[in-house]
């Protein structure tokens, strides 16, 4: 991870990114309906873990981008040079009264593999971390309980520490119009999921 003081610079300039969500037909960005809330997650390659949201009922729209580093609208070449010390992201609005916070966790922690640092998957990089951004200290309450009751059955099945960083929301930027539903516009793109197979269990 790069320090603050040698990160790249980044730009004023903000991604222009489409108006409406190729899916779903939602807004890509807000200001979103006042009844949903924002989720942000890290789990690996954006473009797989995206799709699995988007798919989920109560789910109003969401969006791929950066967060959790130092550089302002970064670009997708930037994040991938290990030096703005960025997380690959996924925003995710949702209904709380259709899907509670704690099922999109739930999803997050059983659909990549957060004991392997930098590499929960197919992929290599800090880029691809395991992390929760959390919006409120109700999210952060929930994130920190559930990952510790997940760590607890992951260790139980002879797996390794759960690296995943439960931080506040940071600054989310926009990724390219490309990266947005990348596996919508391309049905034989690259997904590589990749889960433990292990379940969260009660309490998770």
Not at 69 to 83: H, K, L, W
Not at 108 to 118: A, K, L, V
Request: aromatic share 12%.
């Amino acid at each position: 991870m790069p320090a603050s003081d040698n990160a790249l610079p980044g730009r004023d300039q903000e991604m222009e990114v489409p108006l409406s969500h190729f899916v779903l037909g939602t807004p890509l960005a807000g200001p979103f309906p006042s009844h949903l809330e924002r989720a942000l997650f890290g789990l690996g390659c954006f473009w797989r873990a995206e799709k699995q949201f988007w798919e989920m009922t109560g789910v109003f729209s969401t969006a791929v981008g950066y967060a959790a580093g130092f550089t302002t609208n970064p670009s997708y070449r930037e994040v991938c040079s290990g030096r703005t010390g960025h997380n690959e992201v996924v925003l995710v609005v949702f209904d709380p009264k259709v899907v509670p916070y704690e099922t999109l966790v739930k999803v997050f922690f059983e659909s990549h593999d957060p004991t392997q640092g930098i590499e929960p998957g197919d992929d290599v990089g800090t880029q691809y971390r395991s992390g929760i951004y959390a919006f409120s200290e109700a999210q952060k309450a929930t994130a920190v309980s559930m990952k510790a009751a997940y760590a607890n059955a992951l260790a139980a099945a002879g797996r390794g520490e759960v690296t995943t960083e439960v931080l506040d929301a940071p600054a989310f930027y926009y990724a390219e119009d490309y990266h947005q539903q990348h596996l919508a516009k391309n049905p034989n793109g690259y997904c590589g999921r990749c889960g433990t197979g292990a379940s969260c269990p009660p309490g998770c």
